[in-house]
């Protein structure tokens, strides 16, 4: 009841209407990673091309993108933007190039949000220092305890990464302001509570569950054309309970409060959840401006758009017509009673090989099931608070 009750009294139970207009700058710094993790979507998916670009984003690509950032804030008014250092392993690039990616950053007109995700791998103190300087916040991916984290993340060798991500993760927690939260890849194998629970055992602003990327050509684990078991949603209801039914809000559950939200008549503020597109746009070492990289499990090229930083806005995308940002759920979706919250599911999981994207979600049946257990949920306090 204690986390419902916060939703209560702070969503806003109306939908704001914005300016098309992306908010979030994925920067693809290093394209390489010195984890060899099996559900990784870059390195295992159907797109390929990171084998063709540069390994690291030079300084000019990044000093083409901070202009371009600044040229879409100032023309869309934007409050603020979020700039996301991602790979690969941005880690990668080492202390000394990041400041100097970082550094191009400073000239853009509005606040600007750096974070960084990182297997924290290599998160030492020379590390962790040059984010304090620039007040970058870094995010981890953290799949639970060392038996689940180390069933995927894992070194090319085939040696388990926790130990070493877990250190990490405690050096990083004892610098003030700079951890952002955990990032932890559905296994319906693991133990949804084990992990949940190690997870907040380093205390974490903000937990985000990530459903494996697939889709109907390459499901996910465990899901089947046709087949009614719904894992993920079992899964995640189990995690829902034990953060649902706290006594006080232990931490932001990114997926759990997007549709605590949505069922209130808010907004998501989750990819993959709710109407609203996408605000969030990558570009890649070479310059190359690309759509959600979680497009990269569809087919080769699926994220491209043929545009550069060095030639085109970010305008210049938005206008384009087939991006995924515009497209509509399948007509399938339209009488579906969770439509409102499921937003047809993430647009990469709709992907099926010859019919493109316009079915449902491939977790359709888990996101049904757990849309419908959140409601019911909510909708039980509703009815004792007027009771």
């Not at 702070?10 to 710094?29: A, N, Y």
């Not at 990041?98 to 606040?111: E, G, K, Q, S």
């Not at 133990?191 to 949940?196: C, I, L």
Request: proline residues 7%; contains cysteine; neutral net charge.
């Amino acid at each position: 009841m204690s986390i419902f009750l916060q939703h209560w009294r702070t969503v806003p139970l109306f939908l704001l209407t914005q300016q098309e207009s992306f908010r979030t700058f994925v920067l693809k710094v290093y394209t390489r990673c010195d984890l060899a993790c099996d559900h990784c979507y870059v390195y295992r998916s159907a797109d390929q091309s990171w084998r063709t670009r540069p390994r690291r984003m030079s300084t000019e690509v990044a000093a083409m993108t901070a202009a371009r950032v600044a040229e879409h804030a100032v023309a869309h008014r934007l409050a603020g933007v979020n700039v996301v250092l991602h790979g690969g392993e941005p880690l990668l690039c080492g202390p000394r190039h990041l400041r100097d990616l970082l550094a191009t950053f400073d000239a853009i007109p509005v606040p600007v949000n750096l974070t960084v995700q990182t297997n924290a791998v290599r998160l030492d103190d020379a590390f962790l220092d040059l984010f304090a300087e620039f007040g970058v916040r870094v995010g981890v991916s953290l799949d639970g305890p060392a038996t689940a984290h180390d069933r995927h993340r894992r070194t090319p060798s085939g040696q388990g990464s926790h130990a070493a991500v877990s250190a990490a993760i405690h050096r990083l927690a004892a610098r003030d302001g700079l951890f952002a939260g955990l990032l932890c890849t559905v296994d319906p194998r693991n133990d949804p509570v084990a992990v949940y629970e190690e997870l907040l055992s380093y205390r974490p602003p903000v937990v985000d569950f990530l459903l494996p990327h697939g889709n109907w050509t390459a499901p996910p684990p465990g899901r089947v054309s046709g087949d009614p078991a719904t894992p993920y949603a079992d899964w995640l209801i189990a995690v829902f309970e034990r953060w649902y039914g706290a006594a006080e809000r232990p931490c932001e559950v990114r997926i759990f409060d997007g549709m605590l939200s949505l069922l209130l008549g808010g907004r998501s503020g989750t990819e993959g959840l709710g109407p609203e597109p996408s605000r969030a746009v990558v570009v890649e070492t070479d310059g190359a401006i690309e759509q959600t990289d979680a497009l990269k499990s569809a087919y080769e090229g699926a994220p491209g758009t043929g545009l550069h930083v060095g030639s085109s806005s970010f305008d210049d995308v938005l206008a384009l017509p087939g991006i995924a940002q515009r497209q509509p759920p399948s007509a399938t979706c339209a009488a579906c009673p969770v439509l409102r919250v499921c937003g047809g599911g993430h647009y990469a999981h709709r992907y099926r090989e010859g019919s493109g994207f316009d079915q449902p979600s491939v977790y359709c049946p888990d996101l049904f099931r757990l849309i419908g257990h959140v409601r019911g949920r909510v909708a039980g306090d509703l009815a004792r608070l007027r009771a």
